[in-house]
């Protein structure tokens, strides 16, 4: 999908021109995959617009860059107080917005320590990820997620998105919108942007961080929403083939939101339709999104945008 240009970005502490947003091709991110990003949705409800868990994502791009020994040098209520302002500024909303933290123009080698901190933050019209409202026909990838101790999964750098592009391109290649990766233990572990919710007997199962997965925030959303509405959920590893003989499936994450699968490997998941734990929990996520029903987590950010679309 093209990006769609907005006015400004947001870099180091100041407003640039979107065309002005540019690095030298000797940065070391474009060498070495020396960057860690979030992605995050800003909805519009009947009274305005809102970001969806500013907080935690902002957090979470704090602890990618610790991982990596990269100071960021803004704290989270800094960083929250920038994206409000890039936001507005540009006027633009619903929205997607992408804070990325990198490694810039230093000294050429693997060692990134000496090169500067790059901190941008664009945002810009999005619309759907995974394509069909009727499901996702998806399959199980032949390339496994990073294994433990190799790349750090609850880091979200750029990096791991090589993994992700590969898993991507395979499923695209074979005829499917999304692929899922195996652990290095033959594992379910996540689609190559998406955590995976499997329903069987009334249960909720996904797989727990020792799975390669990303601490989705999407993820936590569902699990709150699902012990809030008295939905039984573990968190354990499980195996590819309770896909293929589960009732319901669904992936979760800020581009995906929450996307059920009609099928894996060509197999149906139940009758291949969105499955009734699955759009509960979908409709309680978008009403909470799209202010049809009251923010009792406290997940949106208001801010002012001066035309929101409306839903
Ligand atoms: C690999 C991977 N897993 C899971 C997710 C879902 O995370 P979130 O719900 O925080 O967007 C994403 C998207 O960011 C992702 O890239």
């Known amino acids: 999908m093209p990006i769609e240009s907005t006015k400004n970005i947001w870099h180091n502490g100041q407003l640039i021109p979107w065309e002005k947003a540019n690095i030298h091709v000797m940065s070391h991110v474009v060498h070495y995959g020396s960057s860690v990003f ?26 990618s860059a610790k991982i990596y020994r990269m100071p960021l040098g803004y704290t989270v209520e800094q960083l929250n107080a920038a994206v409000i302002g890039v936001v507005e500024a540009n006027g633009v909303a619903p ?16 060692n990134p320590l000496r090169s500067p901190v790059e901190v941008y933050i664009a945002n810009f019209p999005w619309g759907k990820y995974v394509p069909g409202n009727d499901g996702a026909d998806v399959c199980i990838s032949s390339w496994n997620r990073l294994a433990p101790n190799t790349m750090p999964s609850l880091a979200k750098a750029g990096a791991n998105y090589m993994n992700s592009q590969l898993i991507r391109m395979e499923a695209e290649v074979n005829g499917y919108v999304e692929g899922i990766a195996l652990d290095v233990n033959g594992y379910l572990s996540e689609g190559s942007g998406e955590n995976l919710f499997i329903i069987r007997g009334g249960t909720l ?7 390669s997965v990303l601490n989705g925030i999407t993820r936590d959303s569902i699990l709150t929403l ?25 992936f979760t994450g800020t581009a995906a939101e929450v996307t059920h699968l009609r099928s894996v490997d060509r197999i149906l998941v139940g009758d291949g339709s969105m499955g009734p734990i699955t759009s509960a929990l979908h409709k309680a996520f978008f009403d909470i999104v799209n202010g049809l029903a009251e923010d009792h987590f406290n997940w949106l950010t208001p801010v002012t945008v001066r035309e929101p679309v409306a839903v």
Do not use: K, W
């Open 38 to 63: 979030e992605g995050i949705r800003c909805y519009t409800q009947p009274n305005g617009a809102s970001i969806f868990r500013l907080p935690e994502h902002m957090q979470r791009l704090i602890h």
């Open 95 to 110: 929205c997607y917005v992408r804070p990325v933290a990198f490694r810039g123009y230093g000294e050429i080698g693997v």
């Open 205 to 211: 199962y996904t797989s727990p961080l020792a799975n």
């Open 226 to 250: 699902a012990r809030h509405m008295g939905i039984p959920v573990v968190e354990q590893a499980l195996p590819r083939e309770l896909l293929y003989i589960c009732d319901e499936a669904f």
